[in-house]
């Protein structure tokens, strides 16, 4: 058997890994277009940061790979896919042919359509290659600008903000991360990050980034202000690849459509991580992308693994502050809830509940009780009496 | 002595096995890894982690 994996981040180096022990004796050939091999997309705000080298980020070096015979190809972009089995693969180098195909080609940075966003000086951070760019960049600039309010957005600024810049956010919503937070927990989370140096500009849409000689140097927004920068990074979301897959004609929705064997909808071509959509998810985090490979690999093989869903964890850290975020927040403040907030503290915890039940929770920089009041949220759990009276005593709910 | 549980990627550091790849050796405490210990899993670094 004749294995191709395309893509070397969690999802096809796990794949490998699993079709390696299930397999010993096929040809396995894993490709990345990057000159890298697997390694952390978390920690590249640390990269950005100048904290750590980028040998200290790889999880499994070449030799690695050596050790188990998959061929890694570095630096070589698989460019087009000849409709199989067998297929055949076309690249910047060379040909080859495989029986089984997994495509773990993830995802990139999406840039929304801002005139002046190809200029120099504008980045996103996906890659190795673009924090090595972003801290090269970040030597030299003393204030950057950064659009997008998001988790990825605040991790990379903190990055540069600890190599000693000024760090601008612009986010069109009004609030710091939405998704996670209600209105007074946004605003005690923004009061952490502005004593840590962070200014921003909430609700405000950007219209152009403007320079001179092809090199940025500041945003224009559409209220007719404009925030100079030596540099600018957006962070608008990722976005899956999907250019095989489309020339190899898959079912594609968000992401390439897979089922539970991660088989898309050609036979013998699988398809995990952050390209893939499973049962109607995409999830674009690290767990799910490891387990899809995992079965991936074990099928490609010709094994008989199923992948049932990664539950989405709700406990998060931005810029070193704990935070757990689950269910219904009620940003609109239509439940009745239970808040406790200490904004010089850097606290904010609120349970939401309906009838007796606790339907969601923020708990920001004092996690305690997360486990019971998740436990509680999951489970739907009647809280009787206790309703209204848990942030203080979450041990009563293991009574329940 | 306590686990530790990474919040990205769910790997479990138990103090009594250690990280021997990493050169941790058995019954070494949380809170004793080094600063630039990370999930020998996915990489986060030491203030991802949480009680278990």
């Given at each position: 058997m004749r294995y191709i994996v395309i893509g070397a981040g969690v999802a096809g180096s796990s794949a490998c890994e699993a079709l390696r022990e299930m397999d010993p004796e096929g040809e396995v050939r894993l490709f990345t277009d990057?000159?890298?091999?697997f390694y952390t997309k978390i920690r590249l705000p640390e990269l950005v940061a100048g904290k750590v080298s980028p040998e200290r980020l790889i999880l499994k070096d070449e030799s690695w790979f050596r050790q188990r015979r998959i061929r890694l190809h570095l630096e070589e972009k698989v460019t087009c896919i000849v409709p199989g089995p067998p297929f055949s693969i076309e690249t910047t180098r060379g040909s080859y042919d495989a029986d089984r195909l997994l495509l773990a080609t993830g995802g990139f940075s999406f840039v929304p359509p801002i005139p002046g966003a190809d200029m120099s000086g504008v980045f996103t951070l996906r890659t190795m290659q673009d924090a090595l760019a972003l801290g090269q960049e970040a030597e030299r600039a003393k204030r950057a600008l950064l659009i997008g309010g998001g988790l990825l957005g605040l991790e990379a600024g903190n990055g540069l903000r600890l190599r000693g810049l000024d760090v601008e956010v612009v986010e069109i919503?009004?609030?710091?991360?939405p998704r996670q937070m209600d209105p007074a927990g946004a605003e005690i989370l923004q009061r952490i990050m502005e004593r840590m140096g962070f200014s921003f500009y909430l609700g405000v849409r950007p219209k152009e980034i403007q320079g001179s000689r092809g090199k940025a140097q500041g945003l224009l927004l559409e209220d007719g202000r404009f925030l100079e920068a030596d540099l600018i990074l957006i962070s608008a979301g990722v976005r899956p690849h999907l250019e095989l897959a489309e020339g190899l004609g898959l079912k594609i929705q968000r992401g390439i459509v897979v089922n539970d064997e991660m088989e898309t909808s050609s036979p013998g071509v699988y398809a995990a991580g952050d390209a893939v959509e499973h049962r109607g998810v995409y999830y674009g985090i690290w767990n799910a992308a490891e387990e899809q490979g995992r079965v991936a690999g074990v099928n490609l093989a010709g094994g008989g693994a199923r992948y049932q869903g990664t539950l989405m964890s709700n406990r998060l850290k931005v810029v070193g502050i704990d935070l757990v975020s689950a269910g219904e927040i009620d940003t609109e403040g239509v439940h009745f809830s239970e808040v406790k907030s200490d904004p010089d503290k850097g606290i904010y915890r609120k349970l939401v509940y309906k009838e007796d039940r606790i339907i969601g929770c923020i708990l920001l920089g004092d996690v305690r009780g997360q486990r019971q009041f998740l436990q509680a949220l999951t489970h739907g759990t009647d809280v009787g009496e206790l309703k209204g009276k848990l942030l203080s005593q979450p041990e009563k709910l293991g009574q329940k | 002595m306590n686990k530790y549980e990474c919040l990205i990627c769910g790997y479990i550091y138990d103090p009594a096995a250690g990280d021997l790849e990493n050169g941790i050796a058995p019954d070494t405490a949380f809170e004793d890894l080094p600063d630039d210990w990370t999930c020998p899993v996915c990489g986060a670094s030491k203030d991802q982690f949480e009680k278990a």
């Open positions: 990057e000159p890298y091999p919503f009004d609030r710091l991360l | -």
